[in-house]
């Protein structure tokens, strides 16, 4: 089978996977605001905001790694997963220590219990096999359709059954943990290559050095994609901050998720012909057209949005229209950096990326207190608008550099 034959098999994978992901999304949100409120909301995206912000800052770039390598990933599990366990006791151990603190910065002290119990999640990940790259790598998209469901199935009905029972924003917290552990159970019993507790250090300096790039642009990337939220949640308060996460995930979020899907499946193949220049750029032309889909998408959301969001969350939530149609348009953006960054990534040039989320964040931090200030959560949606666009020149610049 032909690299384009097998993109579009991956891609028909990934798609249902995608579609599976929404529907189940789509219930989860639905129960959780119709019992859950928009304060509790942003509680938990107090919480989320940290935990991924931990994540960032410790990524090593292990699954790009093991995907970038062309031989047999085996030498580098047991390295991989040592490198994993250490980096989830890590952060589990800042959030346990530091969760008042970070309560009492958002003035929102509920968020305390929300924190401690999310620790938990990081450090239950760091023991998942890192074999699991293997579905990404040898293109078994099929095979993963079929494993992501059951866990995405595992965080949904626990979620769902427990906020019905409850109404407590716990239940999100509990979702994930239940899905980490059957993760953790069935990457190791699902795959014959199981990493051993053993220490190579010339391949844990590899895959440092290797990631250190990732890492960096990681930690751009984060502040570019979660700054605004910081500041929402720091200048404004939690039910503001609820409202705007919630409008992201409206519209930000499906658009994302299409580009992401596309990268999945073109990050190995990328990879695969990355020494043919010629075959590599006529491949990346072809995924362009995820461009005009997400273009029709944010056209239709942005004209159907207000009954959209009165019929799946209810009348409470209709103050997050304005925000929703703003952030349509920082959706497309972002989706074309992720398609570059993905070509940028299977040609080992970290550094751009790097460099280009710089830009972005940077362009953000210039505007968005003033944006806030004068204009509440609809200026934070402004700013990014404005940072995506002056982003959107390096991204061009160093894609027509890499294929020439």
Do not use: C
Request: glycine share 6%; proline share 3%; net charge positive.
């Amino acid at each position: 089978m032909g690299y384009t034959k097998k993109t579009l098999w991956g891609v028909s994978w990934t798609v249902s996977l995608q579609g599976v992901t929404k529907v189940l999304g789509l219930a989860k949100i639905l129960v959780l605001a119709r019992f859950l409120t928009p304060v509790q909301f942003g509680v938990f995206g107090i919480a989320s905001l940290m935990l991924t912000l931990l994540e960032t800052l410790t990524e090593t770039g292990v699954n790009v790694f093991l995907v970038q390598e062309k031989d047999n990933i085996r030498v580098h599990l047991d390295s991989a997963w040592i490198v994993s366990i250490g980096r989830g006791i890590i952060i589990s151990l800042i959030l346990l220590l530091s969760a008042p603190f970070i309560a009492s910065f958002f003035h929102s002290p509920e968020a305390t219990i929300v924190i401690l119990l999310i620790g938990i999640v990081p450090f239950l990940r760091g023991f998942i096999n890192p074999s699991e790259v293997i579905f990404q790598k040898e293109l078994q998209f099929n095979k993963e359709f079929y494993f992501r469901t059951g866990l995405l199935i595992v965080d949904a009905i626990t979620s769902i059954s427990l906020a019905f029972i409850t109404h407590s924003v716990l239940s999100i917290v509990f979702g994930q943990i239940f899905s980490v552990i059957a993760e953790v159970i069935i990457s190791f019993i699902l795959f014959k290559e199981k990493p051993k507790f053993k220490i190579h250090g010339e391949y844990i300096s590899k895959i440092f050095h290797r990631g250190k790039w990732i890492t960096l642009a990681g930690v751009f990337n984060y502040f570019f994609l979660n700054f605004d939220d910081f500041v929402v949640g720091r200048l404004l308060n939690a039910t503001q901050l609820g409202f705007y996460q919630m409008a992201y995930r409206f519209s930000v979020y499906p658009i994302i998720q299409l580009f992401d899907m596309f990268a999945k499946v073109t990050l190995p193949v990328y990879v695969k012909i990355s020494d043919d220049i010629h075959r590599l750029r006529r491949a990346f032309i072809r995924t362009l057209i995820t461009i005009v889909i997400s273009m029709l998408f944010a056209l239709v959301m942005w004209s159907i949005a207000p009954l959209a969001v009165k019929i799946i969350l209810g009348s409470n939530w209709l103050a997050i229209v304005p925000i929703l149609r703003v952030l349509l348009f920082v959706a497309v953006m972002r989706g074309i950096f992720g398609l570059t960054t993905t070509l940028l990534f299977a040609l080992k040039k970290q550094e751009y990326v790097t460099f280009v989320t710089f830009i972005n964040f940077l362009a953000i931090a210039v505007f968005i207190f003033p944006m806030v200030a004068q204009y509440g959560i609809i200026g934070a949606a402004y700013a990014v608008s404005i940072g995506s666009v002056i982003g959107f020149v390096p991204q061009i610049y160093y894609i027509f550099r890499v294929l020439h």
